[in-house]
């Protein structure tokens, strides 16, 4: 892919957080309820995208990304779950967005968006309710 269709890729799976955002303002009283499914879905999203980072960059010899991206991970895992803060699950997408464009082969890089996409729909939600829980 060229370097414009990788940014515009990068940039629409980047719109997974105000997809989320959205949603909680289209289903308000369902935040209350799915709160746990939303971060057990942000906790499978995130097992997903290291199981297919291993998969890709294990065989590849890319062990300096691989490293990078597993100490990311295991870094902000553990600081989000000492520390609680509403943004440290955005932490994960410099970790995302680094692999993304460091390695270079397409399907990778598409199965890769995607995931990042779908992350942004329970960080969104997740990110608005926290902000009305301060509100009230």
């Given at each position: ?14 719109t ?18 799915g ?95 926290n ?6």
């Open positions: 892919m060229e370097l414009l269709n990788q940014i515009l890729v990068l940039l629409f799976s980047l997974g957080i105000i997809f989320g955002i959205a949603l909680s303002y289209i289903a308000p009283e369902e935040l209350s309820f709160k746990k499914y939303l971060i057990l879905l942000k906790m499978i999203l995130i097992a997903i995208s290291f199981s297919v980072v291993v998969f890709y960059l294990f065989p590849s010899k890319e062990f300096y990304l691989l490293i990078f991206f597993v100490t990311t991970l295991v870094a902000v895992f553990s600081l989000e779950s000492k520390v609680k803060n509403k943004y440290y699950p955005l932490f994960y997408y410099p970790a995302f967005i680094i692999t993304y464009f460091f390695y270079n082969d397409d399907s990778f890089k598409l199965i890769l968006a995607s995931i990042i996409f779908f992350y942004g729909f329970p960080i969104g939600t997740l990110l608005k309710t902000f009305k829980k301060n509100e009230k």
